[in-house]
Antibody
């Protein structure tokens, strides 16, 4: 059974940094693109970052470029999101999700999310 | 960037009603579209991929259709447990950005 478990969310001051982790199990992690998606309170879903199987390609939504870095460790079956220069508008629940390829690219399994609150 | 526009943003319907939600892509995405259901406090759940393929375990009252730029999600007979917000996601980009529509909240009258 596929499991994705995020951790690392907390309250952080504006300008601060935070590193989120996502532990994957139940599938061959190294075979999948992975993704971070966030949801601000009362708002819709926004993709944040996607990373290829071997980490050779990484893509970010414009609002986080230069501040966030997605990475992965295929030996540890883990996905990470390093978030720097955090802003109030980064406050959200952050989900990691597996990207299935084949009939297009779609996020077929999601973690339960971890809450990041940026506030002084 | 690809834009996904959903309508309506809110729908209120009775148990047993047929409900249809639409999603429009700003560019032709063939059949590369997915639909998700999200209940409050929970992660999104994949319902439909490749515009019309039902994800395993999803009730058959859910169906998807469309191609090109116009797509729809239909709930044939609305059930109380279908109260949720529904999102479309374009699945065509290479490399993948995979943006979402703005969401449609479905309420049971």
């Amino acid at each position: 059974e596929v499991h994705l478990v995020e951790s690392g969310g907390s309250l952080v001051q504006p300008g601060g940094s935070l590193r989120l982790s996502c532990a994957a199990s139940g599938f061959t992690f190294s075979r999948y693109w992975m993704s971070w998606v966030r949801q601000a309170p009362g708002k819709g879903l926004q993709w944040v970052a996607n990373i290829k199987q071997d980490g050779s390609e990484r893509y970010y939504v414009d609002s986080v470029k230069g501040r966030f870095t997605v990475s992965r460790d295929n030996t540890q079956n883990s996905l990470y999101l390093q978030m720097n220069s955090l802003r109030a508008e980064d406050t959200a629940v952050y989900y990691c999700a597996r990207i299935e390829e084949g009939s297009g690219y779609y996020r077929d399994f999601w973690g339960q999310g971890t809450l990041v609150t940026v506030s002084s | 960037d690809m834009q996904m526009t959903q309508s309506p943003s809110f729908v209120s319907a009775s148990v047993g009603d047929r409900v249809t939600i639409t999603c429009r892509a700003s560019q032709d995405i063939s059949r590369w579209l997915a639909w998700f259901q999200q209940k409050p406090g929970k992660a999104p759940k994949l319902l439909i991929y490749a515009a019309s393929s039902l994800q395993s375990g999803v009730p058959s009252r859910f169906s998807g259709s469309g191609s090109g730029t116009d797509f729809s999600l239909t709930i044939s007979s609305l059930q109380p447990e279908d109260s949720a917000t529904y999102y479309c996601q374009q699945a065509n980009s290479s490399p993948p950005g995979l943006s979402f529509g703005g969401g449609t909240k479905v309420e049971i009258k």
